[in-house]
């Protein structure tokens, strides 16, 4: 009888331990800021994919949806914050001095922005993801498959993040193919169907027959599509809105991250830190090949990227020359983050100016 | 049976009571969207319209989104009742706070009481060199205001989107579109510790009260009056009615722009690709559902300011999309003017008569 008392008042205790330690966990609540719609099929879409992967871990979450960058992006936040969020996911470079701004406000929720460099205060952490890695598979196969030795790349705005892009891909395709020029188009957008359809057909009337693209909508590839070109899917996989057209897509893969961070709150061991992953950390998910690429280049695509995701190939190994023909990496090494994040010069091979 | 009768004369008491049965049919058709999108009408709708502004911190909110409405409603409304069509307020706040915001950041590193006066003057400038535009092309050269205005709007943001990528960047933004945060010197002051509300609210009412005086109590706005019921008589009467396009159109931007420096100096603080979420646009519906008249504005701007912060609160608390927001704004003024029929007609029940 004893014994049994005993027994039965420990494993209540174990329970109840458990109970509240599962309370604790269930009880973090994870906030989603964006940008577009959620139906966007390119940035906002995968972010609230990342967001269904915190729900799916046991875990509230809620999101506002189409938050301007204006003055509006501030008072979103602090509702968020003053309703019992304990963790702020701001999805938007402009969300950078709002997020910061709200956040010494409110020291007790934690605060996450993507793609800034700002982390004011020790609840703000940021992180990206290493999307030139992506591009230096598609680079590779834009080199490959183009006949017209002209490939087509639709750009949003003249930021490091873009034209490290840009030059990625340029020197992936040079490598394959060294005859290759890349004429650029900045759409002066992230997400606008018309004008990136518009700067695509521009492009293709240029004598391009691959197309990549750094906006988010699907309008580029299904322009591909009609026309009778390739292209690459950015951010979601894009396969089904132009099966002919799509050889790939590079898929921007939050869940893993959000999940961890979420986690962190809930055990208590988050921190500031700034994230920037890559295909390594599944972040940067390259889609399904499609069949008509040849085999020999499909292995090969495989191989690049096992290789960038164990740190054998990196992207911005030299020798690397600008297009002035200086020399911006040496033979032998390998563009470190700081230049990475600063980079605002063409490699050699990418025509025109970039806009100032 | 109900006959449909034309009035004799256009009802005073319904002109203004139809923007009143605008927002109540705005709020009975919003109910049934919220129940066919399978969320509870009641509970949706006091989240959309008094939780946003059940306490302090949300009510100043309101005011700090009514405060651009208010004044571009305000300036539009100089336009729309002389029978000018300026649809581009949206331009000139955008040009506006780019003039305004270039002379902020020429003294980015410099405090002194004298910045915010001549940012402020600066960025009332900027707004009316944009309006002059559209207003100088249709005087002298006979041109639609309404697509000259329209068009300029995507004029100006390209040309923000220019300055803040180019030339006028932060140097130590890593080139992110935006430019530098201003000094203190050139932000509007804030009325209370801790809430958003600056002293921008002052320049709106500044600006009813002026307008007030203006349409009611001067020649200048009899001619208005005149102009916008009839422009050969106006014509006849012999007002100079170049001047007066002229004129309603520099308010109009100066209203406009000046919005545009309460954003920038008010609550974001530095130049970026999206100072304005639409208010020049948004102000229109403001200026119709206030009737053109200053205190109407007033209360139009406060309710359409509702519907932005209705529309977060919804989302956040029901998971309703945000853009029922736009919606409802859409619906404000489809009622509006599906009840305006009323002004011009009337019901009439006849008995049958065998």
């Known amino acids: ?18 109970l509240t330690v599962a309370a604790v966990a269930k009880d973090v609540k994870a906030a989603f800021v964006y940008i577009g719609p959620t139906g966007d099929h390119g940035w906002t879409y995968q972010h609230d994919v990342g967001r269904k992967a915190v729900e799916a871990a046991g875990f509230k979450t809620t999101y506002v949806e189409g938050v301007p960058e204006s003055a509006d992006a501030e008072r979103v936040l602090r509702q968020l914050a003053n309703s019992g969020h304990d963790i702020i996911f701001t999805t938007s470079f402009g969300y950078m001095n709002p997020t910061n701004k709200v956040a010494k406000e409110f020291p007790n929720v934690k605060f996450e922005h993507a793609t800034g460099y700002k982390r004011e205060h020790p609840n703000v952490a940021t992180y990206a993801a290493r999307f030139y890695e992506g591009r230096t598979i598609l680079g590779t196969i834009a080199g490959t498959m183009t006949k017209s030795n002209v490939i087509g790349y639709v750009a949003s705005f003249p930021i490091p993040e873009v034209i490290r892009g840009i030059n990625s891909f340029t020197l992936a395709a040079q490598k394959v193919n060294p005859n290759i020029k890349t004429k650029i188009v900045w759409a002066f957008t992230w997400y606008d169907p018309g004008k990136e359809a518009e700067a695509a057909k521009a492009l293709i009337d240029q004598g391009a ?9 699907t309008a580029i590839v299904q322009m591909a599509e009609k026309a009778g070109v390739y292209a690459f899917g950015q951010a979601s996989d894009m396969d089904k809105f132009a099966p002919k057209a799509v050889l790939t897509s590079v898929e921007n893969n939050w869940g893993p991250y959000y999940v961890d961070r979420v986690k962190a709150v809930a055990n208590g061991t988050w921190n500031q830190k700034d994230t920037w992953h890559g295909i390594g950390d599944g972040m940067v998910v390259i889609s399904g090949l499609d069949s008509q690429m040849p085999s020999d280049l499909q292995a090969k695509v495989k191989k690049l990227q096992a290789d960038l995701a164990s740190g054998k190939v990196h992207s911005f190994t030299g020798p690397i020359y600008d297009q002035k023909g200086n020399l911006m990496v040496a033979e032998g090494k390998t563009a470190d983050d ?16 970039i806009p100032k | 049976m109900i006959k449909i009768v034309k009035r004799d004369q256009p009802s005073k008491a319904i002109f203004f009571f139809t923007p009143v049965l605008a927002i109540f049919l705005t709020l009975i058709a919003g109910g049934i969207i919220f129940y066919i999108l399978g969320f509870k009408p009641f509970e949706a709708l006091k989240f959309f319209f008094i939780v946003p502004i059940a306490d302090k911190y949300g009510f100043s909110e309101l005011l700090l989104k009514a405060t651009p409405l208010c004044l571009i409603a305000i300036g539009l409304s100089f336009c729309f009742k002389s029978n000018n069509w300026n649809i581009g307020a949206e331009g000139q706040l955008t040009f506006g706070a780019i003039v305004s915001g270039g002379v902020a950041l020429l003294f980015y590193d410099q405090e002194g009481f004298f910045i915010l006066p001549i940012v402020i003057l600066a960025g009332a400038i900027g707004g009316m060199i944009y309006a002059s535009i559209p207003a100088i092309l249709k005087t002298y050269f006979n041109t639609n205001e309404i697509l000259v205005s329209l068009m300029l709007v995507y004029v100006s943001k390209l040309i923000l989107d220019y300055l803040v990528v180019g030339p006028w960047s932060n140097p130590e933004g890593f080139n992110f579109p935006e430019t530098r945060q201003f000094s203190d010197s050139a932000r509007l002051p804030l009325l209370f510790e801790g809430l958003r509300i600056h002293a921008g609210i002052f320049l709106a009412l500044a600006a009813v009260v002026i307008s007030w005086f203006v349409f009611y109590k001067t020649y200048l706005g009899f001619q208005m009056k005149v102009s916008g019921f009839s422009l050969k008589t106006a014509k006849y009467a012999g007002y100079k009615g170049k001047k007066m396009i002229i004129l309603v159109f ?20 530095q130049l970026h690709r999206e100072v304005s979420p639409d208010y020049g646009f948004t102000a229109i519906i403001v200026a119709f559902l206030g009737r053109l008249h200053p205190v109407g504005i007033i209360f139009a701007s406060l309710v359409v300011a509702i519907t932005y912060l209705g529309a977060e609160t919804a989302q956040i608390f029901m998971q309703i999309p945000k853009y029922t927001g736009q919606v409802f704004q859409g619906m404000i003024l489809f009622f509006l003017l599906a009840s305006d029929y009323l002004l011009f007609f009337k019901f009439k029940l006849i008995g049958s008569k065998k």
């Open chain 1, 209 to 217: 027959d691959v197309i990549a693209q750094h906006t988010d909508s």
């Open chain 1, 1 to 18: 009888m004893h014994k049994f008392l005993i027994r039965s008042f420990v494993s209540s205790l174990v329970l109840l331990f458990t």
């Open chain 1, 338 to 353: 700081g230049m990475l994040a600063g980079m605002m010069t063409y490699v050699k091979g990418v025509e025109g100016d």
């Open chain 2, 250 to 269: 520099l308010i109009s931007g100066a209203c406009a722009g000046l919005a545009g420096v309460g954003e920038i100096t008010g609550p974001i603080g």
